[in-house]
Nanobody, 121 residues
Framework: QVQLVESGGGLVQPGESLRISCTAS????????MRWYRQAPGKERELVAR????????TYPDSVKGRFTISRDNAKNTVYLQMNSLKPEDTAVYSC??????????????WGQGTQVTVSS
């Protein structure tokens, strides 16, 4: 059974940091690229970070570049999102996504249930 379980969300003040995690099971984690998305109420889902299956390349949109860092530990089947200098506009439900497997002629998408991040004073 495929599972992606996010954890680490919560309430923080503007300027603070938070790290959220996503632990995978039920598939070959090291063969999948990983993404973090977020969705705020009334807004479209936004891709905020992407990392390759080996972790050798990452990409970010301008809205979070320089503040957010995605990383992964394939030995622990876990991907992380380190969020620094948080702003109220970062408030959203953050979900992880796995896409793969690398090298296949097709791709599969797996999703976690999401974790709430609220930035407020």
């Amino acid at each position: 059974q495929v599972q992606l379980v996010e954890s680490g969300g919560g309430l923080v003040q503007p300027g603070e940091s938070l790290r959220i995690s996503c632990t995978a099971s039920g598939f070959t984690f090291s063969s999948y690229a990983m993404r973090w998305y977020r969705q705020a109420p009334g807004k479209e889902r936004e891709l905020v970070a992407r990392i390759t299956s080996t972790g050798d390349s990452t990409t970010y949109p301008d809205s979070v570049k320089g503040r957010f860092t995605i990383s992964r530990d394939n030995a622990k089947n876990t991907v992380y999102l380190q969020m620094n200098s948080l702003k109220p506009e970062d408030t959203a439900v953050y979900s992880c996504n796995a896409r793969g497997p690398v090298g296949a002629s097709y791709y599969l998408d797996y999703w976690g249930q999401g974790t709430q991040v609220t930035v407020s004073s």
